[in-house]
């Protein structure tokens, strides 16, 4: 065995001017949402802004705080290096503490608005698309961690899970959501409503044809609330289930009315086809999963593997900015 060669695993070649050429499309996509949202008439969105409004008017107006804070997702600067950046765009800048204050109390609404105009845009024209399910964890606030590695200090470290959906094709995430560490974002329950609001993100003529995701989402109530969608789960299920379905085809004793029974549920269907594994796979191309483990990499390679914010309304908050940041370069 030790003096066998192993196969070698050929891998399609990287079409880098391809590569490099998407890279620099990416940079001005960011750089026209950039020139969008400074040029628009200031006087008339702030008279909107200020209509009704009880104490004193705003002066900066949320078009230009949303500009400032995507140059921030995007840079990672803080936000006094933010400050001296705004005055690229204006002569009058808001300080950084009011910057702080405008970015944690810019409405989700707005934000989850503005995110679901890009992504219905990247949809569009699309009759359907798959999308990839997965979580991942992020630390918040990660002041503390080079102290702790000079003092060798040791403590319990907070976390959250961002939860993901993304377009195979286009790499937009449909839907990002912020979750508590203990939540199950596989929950028949949270999952359902995950699946709605991606609906609601992409074109109204587009349809989802697969939702691909690891075994955490394999769960009846899962298979059954996909097939009632219309969808097809692309999951793998537990191997005792699949175990239990082969011994149910190869037995003898077994009725016809209870191996109807058992055929009833999508899942048990689904776990007699996983019996032959690599056949399920390339028959439902499970391997393109793999692809959203390299999307949340690039994402987090981009804004950074924390949170800066410690509030959990603010969490939410950065996230979105940075996933419209993200979906802006995907237009």
């Given at each position: 065995m030790g003096n066998e060669k192993k196969?070698?695993?050929?891998r399609t070649p990287i079409d880098w001017k391809t590569y490099n050429?998407?890279?620099?499309?990416r940079g001005k996509n960011i750089s026209n949402a950039i020139?969008?949202?400074?040029?628009?008439?200031?006087?008339?969105?702030?008279?909107?802004?200020?209509?009704?409004?009880?104490?004193s008017p705003f002066v900066y107006t949320d078009r230009f705080v949303i500009l400032l804070a995507v140059i921030k997702s995007i840079t990672g600067?803080?936000?006094?290096l933010t400050e001296g950046f705004g005055e690229l765009f204006s002569d009058n800048v808001m300080n950084y503490s009011q910057l702080c204050r405008r970015i944690n109390k810019m409405?989700?609404?707005?934000l989850e608005s503005i995110n679901r105009n890009i992504t219905k845009s990247i949809t569009k024209g699309k009759d359907k698309i798959d999308v990839i399910m997965d979580g991942t964890g992020v630390m918040i606030n990660s002041t503390y961690v080079w102290i702790d590695e000079k003092t060798g200090t040791k403590r319990k470290r907070d976390w959250r899970k961002l939860h993901f959906v993304v377009d195979r094709k286009s790499k937009a995430i449909l839907l990002l959501e912020v979750i508590n560490k203990h939540k199950n974002e596989a929950e028949n329950e949270s999952l359902n409503e995950t699946m709605l609001n991606t609906l609601d993100n992409i074109d109204d003529d587009t349809e989802i044809d697969r939702a691909f995701g690891d075994g955490l989402y394999d769960s009846y109530n899962n298979f059954e609330m996909f097939e009632a969608a219309g969808i097809e789960l692309v999951t793998r299920i537990m191997k005792p289930s699949v175990a239990v379905a082969k011994s149910k085809i190869e037995s003898k004793i077994i009725s016809d009315a209870a191996m109807h029974r058992f055929k009833s549920h999508i899942?048990?269907?689904?776990?007699?086809?996983?019996i032959h594994w690599k056949k399920y796979v390339k028959e439902h191309q499970y391997g393109l999963r793999s692809g959203v483990e390299g999307i949340i990499g690039a994402f987090k390679r981009l804004f950074r593997e924390y949170a800066s914010s410690k509030l959990d309304e603010s969490i939410v908050r950065e996230f979105l900015f940075k996933q419209i940041t993200w979906n802006i370069m995907r237009l």
């Open positions: 196969k070698k695993v050929r050429k998407e890279l620099v499309r020139k969008t949202l400074k040029s628009y008439n200031v006087k008339e969105e702030l008279e909107n802004m200020n209509k009704n409004k009880n104490g600067l803080s936000y006094r409405p989700i609404e707005i899942r048990n269907r689904t776990s007699i086809k996983q």
